[in-house]
């Protein structure tokens, strides 16, 4: 089937099926049965209607959401909360811990509070900019910032992790990577959440570094390649298409939630940077998951 008519054919399934059947999963799976969805996969259609949209995330099988941009997420985070979604996660403003103003962190902080009172358990540093990134002493300090502002999440009861791109594992000096300083400078407060994709498009096997993170991947990010993308990737200027729905692409996803079981992840949630016809696709991974 193309997959322009598979869209079709899945949106028109969603409005149809009923969620226990679109999503009847196995229960020893908490990935599958509690999946979530970052929601900057859908930011087209949440600037349009934000309630709308976390309507037809819940109707498409999805049990949590995760946000972006917090604390300047109340409407994404209520809407969800209206349609039973839990709400665990979220990206945030990452300067406030990996630029901050001062050395109590006092942005940082003010973001815990907001992040307490919104009862998140988790908060993820999404990016860091150019300028953090250019030498292996940037990444250390980076590393020496988000373990002082780990510390300050565990005290209020949050967990603080760092989501990948593929920028971090380009080799520098002696062939050493931004994400090997992580590996070892990051404070055992202080977790990673894996996006799969760009692990990939970096030329690594997702499952590999899973398994070497074992204890120490608290979420994973779920979307798949396009076949023929040539990889290792560490700029930016990867074409749309390359990001496609899961099964549609060269991840496979059972090996990856074995291994997220294996290396006691929490929490799981499907992203898709660049879609035609965002809510299709989120609708599509959701079937897939549920088979697998």
Not at 29 to 39: E, H
Not at 159 to 176: R, V, W
Request: charged share 25%; proline share 5%.
């Amino acid at each position: 089937m193309q997959r322009r008519s598979f869209l079709k054919s899945a949106a028109a399934t969603v409005a149809i099926t009923p969620v226990s059947s679109l999503f009847a999963l196995d229960a020893a799976n908490p990935y599958r049965k509690d999946i979530g969805i970052q929601l900057y996969t859908l930011r087209g259609p949440i600037g349009k209607d934000t309630a709308a949209t976390l309507k037809a995330v819940a109707a498409a099988g999805y049990k949590q959401v995760e946000p972006y941009g917090f604390p300047k997420a109340d409407a994404m985070i209520a809407a969800a909360k209206d349609n039973g979604l839990a709400v665990n996660s979220s990206h945030f403003e990452w300067d406030s811990a990996i630029n901050p103003k001062d050395e109590a962190m006092s942005d940082f902080q003010k973001i815990l509070d907001q992040a307490k009172a919104a009862g998140l358990s988790h908060l993820v540093i999404p990016f860091i900019a150019d300028k953090n990134r250019r030498t292996l002493d940037d990444y250390k300090k980076v590393a020496e910032n988000a373990n002082k502002a780990a510390a300050l999440a565990k005290k209020a009861g949050i967990q603080l992790a760092y989501h990948n791109h593929s920028f971090e594992f380009e080799p520098k000096d002696g062939g050493k990577s931004g994400y090997d300083v992580f590996i070892e400078e990051f404070s055992k407060d202080m977790m990673f959440e894996v996006d799969v994709f760009w692990v990939k498009v970096a030329g690594h096997d997702p499952v590999e570094l899973i398994r070497k993170l074992k204890g120490r991947v608290s979420q994973l990010h779920l979307k798949d390649l396009k076949d023929g993308i040539k990889t290792p990737h560490f700029a930016g200027g990867l074409p749309a298409d390359a990001f496609q729905e899961l099964g549609d692409g060269v991840i496979p996803m059972g090996p990856i939630l074995a291994a997220a079981a294996e290396a006691g992840v929490t929490h799981c949630h499907v992203e898709q940077d660049q879609s035609p016809d965002p809510l299709a696709s989120i609708a599509q991974s959701a079937a897939h998951l549920s088979k697998l």
